[in-house]
Nanobody
């Protein structure tokens, strides 16, 4: 069983950058597919980005394409989300999720393991 752990959230000004990290591994394997989702108190959980276990397949939500980049370093069991040109509407709690099959999924219901989330606040 894996417990994804996010880090790197905080406060940033609009136009700035921030990097989130997710560690998703257990004692026996680290070949999980990983997705990032975000949610605000008034909106449903939104897909942000996903990456397959090999890193060969990546997907992005329409609202972040061209600004966010997902990548992974399997030697460090870490998936990163580099967020550039941040906007106030990017403000949300960002969640990391792990897929046991190693796939990159856009749908939240296909992920079995979820982190606790990290707050990202973009000020205008």
């Amino acid at each position: 069983q894996v417990q994804p752990v996010e880090s790197g959230g905080g406060l940033v000004q609009a136009g700035g950058s921030m990097r989130l990290s997710c560690v998703a591994s257990d004692r026996t394997r680290n070949n999980y597919g990983v997705g990032w989702f975000r949610q605000t108190p008034t909106q449903a959980r939104e897909f942000v980005a996903a990456i397959s276990w090999s890193g060969a397949i990546t997907y992005y939500g329409d609202s972040v394409k061209g600004r966010f980049t997902i990548s992974r370093d399997n030697a460090k069991n870490t998936v990163s989300l580099q967020m550039n040109s941040l906007k106030p509407e990017d403000t949300a709690v960002y969640y990391c999720a792990a897929d046991r099959g190693g796939y990159a999924n856009r749908r939240a219901d296909l992920y079995y393991y979820w982190g606790q989330g990290t707050q990202v606040t973009v000020s205008s």
